[in-house]
Structures are given as structure tokens and as C-alpha cells.
């Protein structure tokens, strides 16, 4: 019955704030822009907190140090699923994150592709212009310089089996080239689990997900810096992903 319920108050959530977006963007966006950038962390809390009281999944997080981030930094963290966007919305309150997505997400998703279009996150076809994706990866760092803080998933594409894949460097090079800035590296884990329809239902009440802040690095200076951390951040979130894999196992 919980699930029944947890379904029902989370198709009746995404829609209200789905059609609310759309109506406030066609009437005015910048009160829309405004609208959901107050309420974009509120909403993943309602979100999750529907999963737990009602569907059963167990969330854990761990934000050390989030009190005294800076204004603006670069959120680079693993992707597993859709949940993945909520989670930074959730973890993130008042800090306003614009994501770097794939333009699936930006048509077709409830409440998430209104989200994306309507405060102005920076949509990619990885299959289309290079020259388009670079403008639209610069925009968002340029953003930053108002307090947006951009969010890259440099694997590229989700993990189905919850590992870590190897991170690409392309957006988060040009990002920190064009605005440098700290970088936070977060892990996520659970939302393989979860990320279809019949996933979600089969499992979300055995489930666990969660959320660390693992360090946050001072900006880097020039291409070879960029590399070297990322690859410290690839590393330092794979272990932390494969230490949750190994204490569930056992």
C-alpha cells in the first residue's frame, strides 16, 4: 500500500510543478526562473522525503564542510540515474546548481525538462555541434560568475551496474578555462538501482541511497592541473562508490 501511495503523491507532485513551470515561463519566465530557483531544493526534499515515508528507500548523506563552501565552485560528481539530479538539488539548498545535460532530458521528462529549460541549465547533443556544445558549456561558466554554481557528470553517461566509469575531461577543461574556480567532488550511490520503471518498483523499498561530499580542491591553474585532478576526483569517488558496494556485499 505505502508504494501505491508513494507513486500516486509522486505523480501528482511532478505534474503539479510541471504544468505550474510551464505556465509561469509562457506568462513570464523570469518570474518562472525566479520561481524555481527558490524552490528547486525544496522540491527534491519533498521528493525524497515521499520515498522514505512511503516508499521505504533509506537515504543517507554526509555534507562535511557545506556551511563554509565557497559562493561559486564546480560540482563534479558520478551519474547513475535521473535521481542523480534531484539528489544535487537536495544537497545543494540556496546554491542555485545549473547542470551540464544531455538534450533528452530537456524534452519529454516531466518537471525535469521544464526545470532544465526554464532556468537555463546548458543542453548538449552529444551527437550535434561542437561548436554549440562549447558555447553552451562557456555560458554556463560564465554564469558562475553570479553565483550559479555549474554541476559536470564527466562519465558522460549513466552507470547501470553503479560503478565508476572513467571520467571525460572535455567540459569540466572548458568550464574551469573560461571561469576558474574550487571544485567540490561528490559520490552518489543507489540510483542504478532505481533507474527504470520496473527498478523502481521492485526495489525502492529496499534501498539505499546516498550522498557524501568527499573534498573540495582549490581552483587549477592551466590544462595539466585540470587533468591530474580530475583524475584524483575520478579515484576518490570510485573508492568511495566501491567501499559502499563492499559493506553491502558483506
Not at 505534474?15 to 522540491?43: E, F, G, M, P, Q
Not at 551519474?79 to 539548498?93: K, L
Request: hydrophobic share 45%.
Amino acid at each position: 500500500m505505502g508504494l501505491i501511495i508513494f507513486f500516486l503523491s509522486f505523480i501528482f507532485y511532478v505534474v503539479y510543478w510541471d504544468l505550474r513551470l510551464h505556465v509561469a515561463a509562457a506568462i513570464n519566465l523570469r518570474y518562472a526562473r525566479k520561481l524555481i530557483d527558490r524552490k528547486d531544493s525544496t522540491i527534491a526534499r519533498m521528493l525524497f522525503a515521499f520515498g522514505k515515508v512511503y516508499g521505504g528507500i533509506t537515504l543517507e548523506t554526509s555534507f562535511p564542510g557545506r556551511e563554509t563552501l565557497p559562493e561559486t565552485f564546480l560540482i563534479i560528481s558520478n551519474h547513475q540515474s535521473i535521481i542523480d539530479i534531484a539528489a544535487i538539488f537536495y544537497s545543494f539548498p540556496n546554491r542555485r546548481p545549473r547542470f551540464v545535460a544531455k538534450q533528452e532530458l530537456a524534452r519529454g521528462v516531466p518537471m525535469i525538462s521544464a526545470i532544465l529549460q526554464v532556468e537555463k541549465h546548458a543542453i548538449i547533443n552529444r551527437n550535434g555541434d561542437f561548436t554549440n556544445t562549447m558555447q553552451e558549456l562557456q555560458r554556463l561558466a560564465v554564469m558562475s560568475r553570479k553565483g550559479y554554481s555549474p554541476v559536470v557528470f564527466p562519465e558522460g553517461t549513466r552507470s547501470k551496474d553503479g560503478e565508476v566509469k572513467p571520467f571525460h575531461p572535455g567540459a569540466v577543461r572548458k568550464i574551469l578555462e573560461t571561469t576558474p574556480m574550487p571544485v567540490l567532488a561528490v559520490a552518489l550511490d543507489g540510483g542504478y538501482k532505481l533507474a527504470t520503471l520496473k527498478s523502481f518498483w521492485n526495489n525502492l523499498r529496499s534501498s539505499t541511497y546516498r550522498i557524501k561530499f568527499l573534498h573540495l580542491y582549490p581552483a587549477p591553474a592551466g590544462k595539466k592541473k585540470v587533468l591530474h585532478m580530475l583524475q584524483a576526483i575520478q579515484k576518490e569517488i570510485k573508492d568511495q562508490v566501491d567501499t559502499w558496494h563492499r559493506l553491502e556485499r558483506q
